[in-house]
């Protein structure tokens, strides 16, 4: 049974370029956050897909955009990137119901910087 | 607002217990995550609080009390490969569904 994948690993780009960072959720997992961790802090949250639909979303801008597939994987796109864009993306995936707790299973993340 | 706050690094000895606090301020509670996170990998799930009171698990043990804000990760008989950062989340309401808000995580460092 896979866990959570991302790719790629990592990634360097530069200001005013954009990226896009993939996910495929773990077996039977229908729901995927984004998460934007910098170094030293806690993770941020960015959007949470579920049937293809944005459900929730934090303080990003709309720079940050996202899409869910079908088969439940996820892309995350950021445009016009900043220097402060430099992070590590973490994708997490859980059942959309059926658990008793919400516990999410995180994907081991693509170190993205921007130079 | 919300908030959830913990001390930023703490330094133990191995063989040794040491506890991490974690307070926090929701709109609602629905439970307390704590996760463990080595340097430049994903966070992984260490344990999850509702009730008052401490849960054990093996060699860590998780404390909440509601009424007070506030959670600790007790880890007993530490061991070298327990150094990490240790993250307390959150959810912010009373849907156990949405996402987490996380403390920035304690930094623990283990000397021989």
């Known amino acids: 049974d896979a866990g959570v994948t991302q790719s790629p690993t990592h990634l360097i780009k530069t200001r005013g370029q954009q990226v896009t960072l993939r996910c495929s959720p773990k077996s039977g997992h229908d729901t995927v956050s984004w998460y934007q961790q910098a170094l030293g802090q806690g993770p941020q949250f960015i959007f949470q897909y579920y049937e293809e639909e944005e459900r929730q979303r934090g303080n990003f801008p709309d720079r940050f955009s996202g899409h869910q597939f079908p088969n439940y994987s996820s892309e995350l796109n950021v445009n016009a990137l900043l220097l402060g864009d430099s992070a590590l993306y973490l994708c997490?995936?859980?059942?959309?119901?059926?658990?008793?707790?919400?516990?999410?299973?995180f994907g081991p993340g693509t170190r993205l910087t921007v130079l | 607002g919300q908030n959830i706050d913990q001390p930023t690094e703490m330094t133990a000895t191995e063989g040794a217990i040491v506890q991490i606090n974690c307070t926090y301020q929701t709109s609602g509670f629905n439970g307390l995550f704590w996760y463990q996170q080595h340097a430049g990998e994903a966070p992984t799930f260490l344990s999850y609080?509702?009730l008052d009171g401490l849960e054990e698990k093996g060699r860590f043990s998780s404390f909440l009390s509601r009424s007070k804000g506030y959670s600790y990760l007790l880890l007993k008989e530490l061991q070298m490969k327990d150094s990490a950062s240790y993250l307390c989340?959150?959810?912010?309401?009373?849907?156990?569904?949405?996402?987490?808000?996380w403390g920035a995580g304690t930094k623990l460092i283990i000397k021989p």
């Open positions: 989340a959150v959810p912010p309401g009373t849907d156990s569904n949405y996402q987490l808000i």
């Open positions: 997490a995936s859980r059942k959309s119901f059926g658990t008793v707790y919400n516990e999410q299973f």
């Open positions: 609080n509702v």
